[in-house]
């Protein structure tokens, strides 16, 4: 099964393709869709889309993983947050990709066992899981990674997706 985590933004958008095997998973591809502060809104929301679609594209995954937004310290950034995250839903949607949708909360649950860890606890614990020596060095890469993961772990029923 491939799995595509997805950390939505409007400056960066983490992704991560991690292949499930059995019990086993393997990082795939990552990287990160980084926009230009200079151009406006609207390009910058197309450039997403434009891109999460050649992703989609290139790695052809199974069900996308995507953080969803249900607090945020920063009311200036949620807005352009929540647009970035509808484009790469629209692309999602419109490719027929089962979508399924975790808190920071839930994820941190998931992969540390516990809700408050910190992004250190959570990526030493992301490396060990996909058995790479080196880490992304974008934050955003290594949530995504953090985010395919609480799916492959089993946060849902495998059983009910196609593979």
């Known amino acids: 099964m491939r799995i595509i985590g997805i950390d939505p933004g409007l400056a960066i958008v983490g992704y991560s393709v991690i292949d499930k095997e059995n019990e086993e998973n393997f990082l795939f591809a990552s990287g990160s869709i980084q926009t230009d502060k200079d151009k406006t809104d609207a390009q910058r929301l197309f450039e997403i889309e434009s891109d999460m679609q050649t992703i989609i594209d290139k790695y052809k995954p199974n069900v996308a993983c995507i953080e969803k937004l249900f607090y945020f310290k920063n009311q200036k950034t949620i807005i352009p ?31 540390t066992g516990y809700g408050r860890a910190t992004k250190e606890e959570v990526a030493k614990i992301v490396q060990m899981s996909v058995k790479c020596k080196k880490l992304p060095k974008l934050d955003d890469t290594v949530d995504s990674i953090a985010i395919a993961l609480c799916f492959s772990r089993g946060y849902v029923n495998l059983e009910k997706i196609d593979a």
């Open 81 to 111: 947050v929540a647009e970035a995250r509808g484009v790469i839903l629209s692309v999602l949607e419109k490719n027929s990709i089962p979508i399924f949708e975790f808190t920071p909360i839930e994820v941190k649950q998931m992969i």
